[in-house]
């Protein structure tokens, strides 16, 4: 259907508020609607310069035939309404006086009462095609104009031809809807409720916990977080990490065949594994049947392990929970022996450094042969006392028997005897205090020697007694850096199958494809506009 030009609407003034299309139409007050007393330009004078100097014959005339409609007197509303009309008719006049020449050398009277009405009414124009320059030998008669029926007619055809389009626009979004939406919801629905194997998911809770320290020892902030979850969060967060991991599903493989149970039969094919397929397939299978999630606030780490029957995925959750102990334990087993080695070590070098220094304190005692300097000491005194004490009765029974006139010869010689015996005696012990006896040490030297030695064991002894204290710490410190798994929900398998869970995901894939229909229809809608544009 070609649809006729549309013409440009413009308002004009009417004289009576109460007057109707009809009565323009009709021409009962066709005068008043028409009549060109006020422009509202005043007495503003439109006419231009006279025909340009050496222009052509035909420019000549042009301008002759504008000086004579400029001569008219025609009014600036008049002159407004001859372009109008101009347009309507395809024309593309230089100025408004240009516009009433062109259409007088059409044939078109632009002030004729049919051209106004027209251009009141709106109605279709059919496009005239310009006529030459040149004025034409006969005039051609003006249209006529269009009544209320013709335009009726055309208005309900323009309402049908737009009501189809609606109704072929609807029914393409429909089909396209059906088929980018629809088809593939009901596939995804045929899926869930018609292929998908069941499977059964086996829950379980369990937290990490640090023991103790059962003493004052651990003091400072290292104490403060203990037994809370912050001491074993980074604890928690590696078990998740390890059971999430290619070893964890290794592990599983070895000792139950993880693999071999997602290869039977009884799987889907969107689910099941081929005896083709890599490692790699069967670590994405993993971590989609084996989901772990740990919660910081509570410190609780939860385990969901899927399988395609209660039992196996049962079996599935207690080795895992196994593998998590041994990890557990194997986090502060280094850390543990670290410490204990470093206080052993310590231990065992200040126990060989006391039995050295003891056995230096021996050898000294074997070689010199006293056992004690000082109780040696002690003994020589109480000897030099002694003979001094028989020196001193020996020298005074002599001086006695000496104050005899007539003493007796055989005793004075033997108390003299007695004395020299003495003396010597005396010198002998002095001297065996500074200085020994040839091929032996000085008393003075053999207490140096052993007080030295007794003072190196002294030392070794309370090096040991503090090595032996440093032991015992880190042993309460490796007690109480102990992590041990506590199972707060442990495995039970269901007897119902927990997925697929058929409306949750029919709904959440006619979502998934709606939302990617809208999203290319927005694309392709905004690229459009901008190609047009």
Known sequence: MTMKPKPKKFRVRRAATGQTEG?????????????????????????????????S???????????????????????????????????????????????????????????????VAGANVPAVTPAPQTPPQTPQPAPAGIDAATRAADIIAIQRDIAGRRRRKVALLTARLLFFVMLPTFIAAFYFYMLATPMFATKSEFV??????????????????????MATQQDSISVQ??????????????????????????????QRLTPESSNEDTYKLYQRMVRIGYDPTE?????????????????????????????????????????????????????????????????LQEQLGVVSADVELSSRMEQIGVVETELRDARFRLDTMMSNARPNAAQVENLERIIRLREAEISELRGSLTEGAEGTASLARISAELGVAQ????????????????????RIEANRQVRYLSTSVPPRAPDEATYPRKFENTLLAFIIFAGIYLMISLTASILREQVSA
């Open 23 to 55: 009565q323009l139409t009709s021409g009962t007050s066709g005068d008043k609607v028409f009549e060109t007393t006020d422009d509202g330009f005043g007495d503003a004078d439109f006419r231009a310069a006279p025909p340009r100097e050496g222009a």
């Open 57 to 119: 014959p035909k420019q000549a005339a042009i301008d002759r035939e504008l000086a004579a409609i400029r001569a008219e007197g025609l009014t600036g509303r008049q002159l407004r309404m001859a372009r109008r009309v101009a347009q309507m008719r395809g024309v593309t006049p230089s100025s408004d006086f240009d516009a009433v020449r062109q259409l007088r050398a059409m044939g078109v009277d632009p002030f004729a009462k049919a051209n106004m009405l027209e251009l």
């Open 208 to 229: 990490i916990q640090q023991a103790d320290g059962g003493g004052g020892g651990a003091g400072g902030l290292g104490g403060l977080f203990s037994g809370t979850s």
């Open 241 to 270: 990490s390890y059971l999430l991991s290619r070893d964890a599903l290794a592990r599983l493989d070895d000792d139950l065949g993880f693999r071999a149970h997602f290869e039977g039969d009884n799987i889907d094919e969107l």
């Open 299 to 363: 410190g609780v780490i939860k385990m969901e392990v899927i399988a395609a029957d209660p039992a196996t995925s049962e079996a599935f959750a207690n080795a895992l929970i196994g593998y998590a102990e041994e990890q557990v334990d194997q986090l502060t087993a280094r850390l543990r022996s670290d410490q204990m080695q470093g206080a052993m070590g310590s231990f065992e070098a200040a126990e060989v450094r006391m039995l050295e220094a003891q056995q230096s304190v021996v050898r």
């Open 455 to 474: 003072m190196d064991l002294t030392t070794r002894q309370a090096l040991l007694q503090q090595a032996a204290q440093q032991l015992e710490t880190a």
